[in-house]
């Protein structure tokens, strides 16, 4: 029976038989191997390179990407830093500006008795057009009315009243404010009065009074508030009144009263 069927078969048993030791043959003799490599790579070398080149774009496209968020972070945070920079100089330099103002307070004794208290200015009453000031002292440091305040430059006013933990003080600017002040050198004695902004008038000094442009003013001692020999300005202008008798005598002021921060109030 196998006989009757491998010779009825014979053919195509030969040829199977014959396209399997070609095969073998083809895979398995070094020749044939290498040879049926290179046609396979000759064949499949262009998708492999295009592959590689793809392969290459998209790594370059991530890597630029993650570059670019990198940077944009490292921007970030490098604007961040200078900002805190640029406020730790702004903080500085205005410690900085306070230091000097406050040594200058503190090195200007000839006029500031040994009692004296520190106070910064928290505010000015619009009510009567800047002519006041509000500063962060009150009773509870001693604070009382009429009480002079002073800075490093001069006279800057007195307490018109006073809370708990602040005082309103009337600058010497105010019309509603009157000083006895002198000539320091001719020793003339008028009234100061206010004149707005930096300015002030001294009144009742008559045309023959020794007043030149130049001169020094300082409050005289008379009175019951202010003492003698505080500094308050120069005179800027000297004329003679209409009136025959008396002289309008302007004094700008030592101080900038635009630009008060920090004063002495004398409780003494």
Not at 33 to 55: E, V
Not at 173 to 185: K, L, N, P, W
Not at 251 to 268: G, M, N, P, R, Y
Request: aromatic share 8%; glycine share 6%; proline share 2%.
């Amino acid at each position: 029976m196998w006989q009757h069927f491998l010779w009825k078969h014979r053919r195509k048993i030969i040829l199977g038989v014959l396209v399997v030791l070609s095969v073998s043959i083809l895979f398995l003799h070094p020749f044939f191997n290498t040879s049926s490599n290179t046609i396979f790579l000759s064949f499949t070398s262009p998708f492999y390179k295009l592959s590689s080149k793809i392969k290459f774009k998209i790594s370059n496209s991530i890597n630029s990407i993650l570059m670019l968020k990198n940077l944009h972070e490292e921007n970030k945070l490098l604007r961040t830093q200078v900002s805190l920079l640029n406020k730790t100089n702004i903080q500085y330099e205005e410690l900085l500006n306070e230091n000097g103002r406050l040594r200058n307070l503190l090195n200007f004794k000839p006029y500031i008795s040994k009692k004296q208290i520190g106070a910064f200015v928290i505010g000015y009453d619009p009510a009567n057009l800047f002519k006041s000031i509000i500063i962060d002292r009150g009773y509870k440091d001693n604070i009382s009315k009429n009480m002079i305040v002073v800075n490093d430059k001069g006279l800057i006013g007195r307490v018109l009243s006073v809370t708990s933990n602040s005082a309103k003080t009337i600058l010497i600017t105010d019309a509603e404010s009157s000083v006895s002040a002198i000539v320091q050198r001719s020793r003339c004695i008028g009234s100061l009065v206010g004149a707005g902004k930096n300015m002030c008038e001294i009144k009742y000094l008559a045309q023959n009074d020794d007043v030149q442009i130049g001169d020094t003013i300082v409050s005289s001692g008379e009175g019951e508030i202010f003492p003698k020999g505080i500094p308050i300005g120069i005179v800027s202008n000297v004329e003679k009144k209409k009136d025959g008798i008396t002289l309008k005598v302007d004094v700008q002021l030592f101080a900038d009263f635009s630009k008060l921060e920090e004063v002495f109030v004398k409780i003494e």
